[in-house]
């Protein structure tokens, strides 16, 4: 579904990505860990097309496509989802709004005919309920004055209501309480399927304790150094990323 | 000193109410002096601080032909509410009715020319006020009586049309008798034949305790001269609410004066203007607390685009004695394309000691944040910088309470937005 090849990526002229190799499948579930500044969050924002960062070198295939090659709304209508690590805050466009334009925007990709308000209404109510969300949030503005957890959730949320192939979840987990990271870990857990895949980037091993990964990557200095099954991830969390970068230079 | 040679567009004002005078219906001794003042006062020097960001060097240099009562109206767009009367190159189309709307209606023949005519001064339309005064073809006076309660909106059209240039002098005094209450929509439009000059006064007195909503719409085409003076006075505890949409016009200036007179005088203008294409907008609001415990409150949003030119200069006085007022401004700007430019000026002035005043000025760019969000999301750029836009304005358009004109003024920006992110992107 996903893979990635000796990517390159920069800001300006800093180096931030320096030789990326992923490969993912459908079905699967990847986290990707790693200490801070390793290029965890680049990773994501480069693969949802975020401007500023230019690609140096390698490629990125999705589902047999040039994924750098397509604007960020062509990829997200072809379900790719990047749930950010900070939710931007959009007073005066409401939930609902976004929402059902989002939805109708990767239904018309699809081929499938646009919702109506009745049926989009109808589809996102028990969306709503599995992440506890109250009906008046619909009318609010996009995470406006919304708490750090509901901005969160509201992430899961939309990634629920546009089911996507590919789900980035960037430090998802960050600034979370353990309630409300239940809540976000049951709603994406329900959207594991075999025909999805979802990628995880993330700087402790909590968020695994509710979303158990087939495949854990250390990502670090822009190389991903080690990948290993969950037990990876509980070893990290023992012994620190250290020991991984010691015995990648040994190596 | 010899005097200064009056300009050859005063020259022209003045031969065409020479030739005019007989036919504007009375009045004659009034129109007279204001023409004289109007000569006077002259076109603005390009060193007048009012002017300082609007050049007229264009309308100067047309001789738009003043119009008479008899030119008949064009196409005129469809009414917003149920009550609603023409006024063609600042005459009533047809029979002025005794009342409309929630209204009594009054003209040259009916109603006190020192009423009708009053004299403005001061500030930098009083030129254009004066004018109008002399050429002002069938002013109208609106008033209530005391305590009268009216929910109903009566909508003014304001038409400027012609077979040539054509200068319009729409002029409407309103007054508001202590404790009653109206609400008056003002649109003003042109037939977009020629280049039109539409030079607008509008007179306001507002009793004690009374209550005005002034719904502006100003949608003329794009090839149109557009001048205008709102002039307020407010007695004790009365409200002058104004929400102004500047959608329109090549070059428009609105002069808003509220002058809070009375204890408690409050008054609310809010209001967006698009310069998109090559328009040139212009909004001046002045207010002046005069008495103790008066509010205030500007917000106007701008938007401009390609070679659109914004001007916002909102000004607060807080006069001497005015003490417990409340002054607030708000402008804030949005630059949709390179090359747009707004100029803004808030500019309080405080001289009593126990106010509460605030201005916040902004001018920038659709935040790149949001726009990633919003596309990352599946929307296209001109849907998410549209959404945005439309976000922008919405919070001032949100107190437009008159729903068909509201949607009109949301369809409208929606329709140029669009257009206008479609183009860019």
Known sequence: MLSIRDLHAQIGVRKILKGVNLEVKPGEVHAIMGPNGSGKSTLASVLAGRAGYEVTKGTVAYLGEDLLALEPEERARRGVFLAFQYPVEIPGVNNAYLLKAALNAVRKQRGLPELDAFEFLALIKDKMKLMQMDESFLSRGVNEGFSGGEKKRNEILQMSVLEPRLALLDETDSGLDIDALRVVATGVNSLRSPERAIVMVTHYQRLLDYIEPDFVHVLSDGRILRTGDKSLALELEKRGYDWVKQEASAA | ?425
């Open chain 2, 1 to 425: 000193m010899s005097a200064i040679a009056p300009s050859p567009a005063t020259v022209h004002y003045r031969e065409a109410f020479e030739r005019l005078h007989s036919v504007l219906g009375g009045a004659a001794a009034r129109r007279a002096a204001a023409m004289e003042r109007f000569a006077e006062l002259g076109f603005p020097g390009a060193r007048e601080e009012a002017w300082k960001y609007t050049s007229l060097r264009r309308l100067e240099s047309r001789r738009f032909v003043p119009a008479t009562p008899t030119t008949p109206p064009a196409n005129v767009p469809a009414a917003f509410v149920a009550q609603r009367l023409v006024v063609a190159n600042g005459s009533p189309v047809g029979t002025v009715p005794a009342s409309l709307g929630g209204f009594a209606l009054g003209t040259l023949a009916t109603a006190p020319e020192e009423q009708l005519l009053r004299p403005l001064s001061g500030g930098g339309t009083e030129r254009f006020a004066a004018l109008n005064a002399a050429l002002s073809a069938g002013p109208l006076l609106l008033s209530t009586t005391a305590g009268q309660q009216s929910d109903e909106v009566l909508q003014l059209t304001l038409i400027t049309t012609g077979t040539g240039p054509t200068l319009a002098s729409p002029r409407i005094a309103v007054r508001m008798a202590t404790g009653s209450r109206a609400r008056l929509l003002i649109d003003h439009v042109d037939d977009g034949a020629h280049e039109h000059f539409t030079n607008a006064v509008l007179d306001i007195e507002l009793g004690a305790g009374a209550h005005l909503t002034l719904y502006r719409l100003q949608r003329q085409s794009e090839r149109a001269f557009h001048i205008e003076r709102i002039e307020t006075r407010v007695d004790e505890n009365a409200t002058f609410v104004m929400r102004d949409s500047q959608l329109g016009a090549a070059l428009a200036r609105l002069d808003t004066n509220v002058s809070l007179d009375g204890r408690a005088a409050a008054t609310e203008i809010t209001g967006v203007f698009l310069a998109d294409g090559s328009r040139h907008l212009d909004s001046h609001i002045h207010v002046g607390h005069h008495a103790t415990g008066t509010t205030s409150l500007q917000d106007y949003r701008g938007i401009a685009a390609n070679k659109g030119r914004g001007v916002f200069n909102g000004k607060a006085i807080v006069h001497e004695g005015a003490q417990k007022s409340n002054a607030r401004q708000v402008n804030r700007n949005l630059l949709l394309t390179p090359g747009a430019e707004i100029d803004t000026k808030p500019d309080l002035e405080i001289y009593a000691d126990d106010v509460q005043c605030s201005h916040g000025t902004t001018t920038g760019q659709l935040d790149p944040n949001a726009l990633f969000y919003l596309r990352s999301r599946g929307l296209s750029e001109p849907e998410a910088r549209s959404a945005l836009t439309r976000a922008f304005a919405g919070a001032v358009l949100a107190r437009v309470d008159e729903p068909a004109l509201a949607r009109h003024v949301h369809d409208e920006l929606d329709r140029r937005l669009v257009r206008l992110l479609e183009v860019a992107a």
